[in-house]
């Protein structure tokens, strides 16, 4: 399977990251074992996504900037709104990228 690299610039990815580069630096960890981990963190973000997430969002907003590169969307969104079934949000600014997942199974 493959996947993308995506969940690697989410806080927890960057933590982990940051927490291999420490050990590869303090000589715990072969640079070699830290790749390997960082690819293993790419697929089981992936499958918990698909497998765990079943809550649904709408999200509306003003549409500051979008982009399409490289078969991967991203929007940046002013003034957002997400709502799900129990809760909402608003937030001032938001990020989003999307991938199509198709592209996973090639």
Known sequence: MA???LYRRSTIGMCLTET???MVQSGTLSP???IQVL???DKSMTEALES???T???IKGHLHTYRFCDNVWTFILQDAMF???DRQENVSRVKIVACD???LTQ
């Open 3 to 5: 996947t993308f690299e």
């Open 101 to 103: 997942s198709k592209l």
């Open 56 to 58: 649904k969002v709408s």
């Open 32 to 34: 070699e074992l830290a």
């Open 83 to 85: 709502k799900s079934e």
């Open 52 to 54: 765990q997430v079943k």
């Open 39 to 41: 690819v293993q963190f």
């Open 20 to 22: 291999l580069d420490e």
